[in-house]
C-alpha cells in the first residue's frame, strides 16, 4: 500500500499557476496519476496563502474533493496566520477545531512567508498543538519572492520551534529543509538540491536524534534527494527513522508525470527492499503504517 502525505489539487481546471504556465492538479488528473504510481490514499494540502499561487483554495473546496472521492484523498486544513485582522492573539483554535470536526487529519502546507518565530506563526503553532494535529511546514531561506517560513542556516528558528511545542508534530518540507541532511551545507546551496556524498551528522539528523515531534516529508524532490544523494546513507536514515519518515509525491501539476517525483521516490524504496537494503518492516512504516497511525486512519 502506498499514502501519499503530500499533494495539492482543484476540484476543477483552474487558472495557470503562472502566465503561460500549467493550471494547478484537478481531481480527474490527480486521480489518473494516483492509478498510475499505485497510491492507495493521499492526503491533500489546501493552498491559503497569496505567496505561492494566484488562486488561493478554501479548506471547504477540499472537503467537496474527498468526500466525492470515496475515501481515495485525506483531508487536511490550512490556516494563514495572519487571518482574522493579522492578530497575534486571534482565536485561531476556533478555526482549528472547526475542520478537525469536519474531519481534517492536519495542517499544511504552511507557506506564509513569515519568520517561524513571528507571533502570529506561533499563535497558529499553539493551536496545532492542543489539537493533536501535525503540521506540514514548508521551509523557506529569506523574505520575498518566494514562499514557506523563514529560518536561517542551521535551522535555528526551527529548533525553537520544537523546543517550546514539545507535543506538536511537525512534518519538515522543502529544500532549505532537506538542503540540511549533510553538515557542509551552506549559504550557496541551502534552497537547492546538493549532490553527493552526505557529510555526517547532519543536522536533520541530529534535529531528529533530539526531537522526536519532528518528522519527515519525503514528497518532491526535495525529499527524495535527501535519501537518494547518496543511497547507502539513505538506507541508514531509513533504517534509524523508520517511524517519523512519510513516503509522499508532492505532485501539484500535470508535468509532474514527466518528473522524479512521480515514480522515483516509489521506485526506491521498492528497489531498496528488493535488493535487502531496507526490510519489509521499514518499508510498510514508510510507505503507509507511518501515515495510518499518525492520521488515525
Given at each position: ?235 541508514e536514515f531509513l533504517d534509524e527513522f523508520q517511524d517519523r519518515l512519510f513516503y509522499g509525491t508532492d505532485l501539484c501539476q500535470p508535468k509532474n508525470r514527466n518528473s522524479d517525483r512521480f515514480f522515483g521516490l516509489r521506485d526506491f524504496l521498492n528497489n531498496a527492499l528488493a535488493e535487502k537494503h531496507i526490510s519489509k518492516e521499514v518499508y510498510e512504516k514508510v510507505t503507509h ?9
Open positions: 500500500m502506498l499514502i501519499d502525505i503530500h499533494g495539492h489539487c482543484l476540484k476543477t481546471k483552474g487558472i495557470p499557476l503562472h502566465r503561460g504556465d500549467e493550471p494547478l492538479l484537478w481531481t480527474e488528473i490527480l486521480l489518473e496519476m494516483h492509478k498510475e504510481i499505485g497510491i492507495d490514499h493521499g492526503v491533500l494540502l489546501p493552498i491559503v496563502t497569496p505567496e505561492s499561487v494566484c488562486r488561493v483554495q478554501s479548506v471547504d473546496e477540499v472537503l467537496d474533493i474527498v468526500q466525492a472521492s470515496n475515501g481515495h484523498f485525506i483531508p487536511f486544513m490550512n490556516v494563514d496566520p495572519r487571518m482574522m485582522y493579522s492578530n497575534p492573539n486571534a482565536d485561531l483554535e476556533f478555526v482549528v477545531e472547526y475542520y478537525k470536526a469536519m474531519g481534517c487529519k492536519g495542517i499544511g502546507e504552511m507557506t506564509a512567508n513569515l519568520s517561524f518565530l513571528d507571533p502570529r506563526v506561533l499563535n497558529l503553532f499553539a493551536a496545532a498543538e492542543k489539537n493533536n494535529l501535525p503540521i506540514t511546514i514548508h521551509i523557506a531561506t529569506r523574505e520575498g519572492n518566494i514562499y514557506g517560513l523563514i529560518d536561517d542556516l542551521g535551522l535555528p528558528r526551527l529548533e525553537a520551534v520544537l523546543q517550546k511545542f514539545p507535543n506538536l508534530k511537525i512534518l519538515g518540507h522543502s529544500q532549505t529543509f532537506w538542503a540540511h541532511q549533510s553538515s557542509d551545507v551552506n549559504l550557496n546551496n541551502w534552497g537547492g538540491y546538493p549532490t553527493g556524498p552526505v557529510a555526517r551528522p547532519g543536522r536533520i539528523t541530529e534535529l531528529m536524534r533530539k526531537y522526536p515531534n519532528l518528522l519527515g516529508d519525503l514528497s518532491a524532490g526535495s525529499g527524495m534527494n535527501a535519501i537518494m544523494r547518496d543511497p547507502s546513507f539513505g538506507y503504517l507511518n501515515a495510518e497511525k499518525l492520521l488515525g486512519l
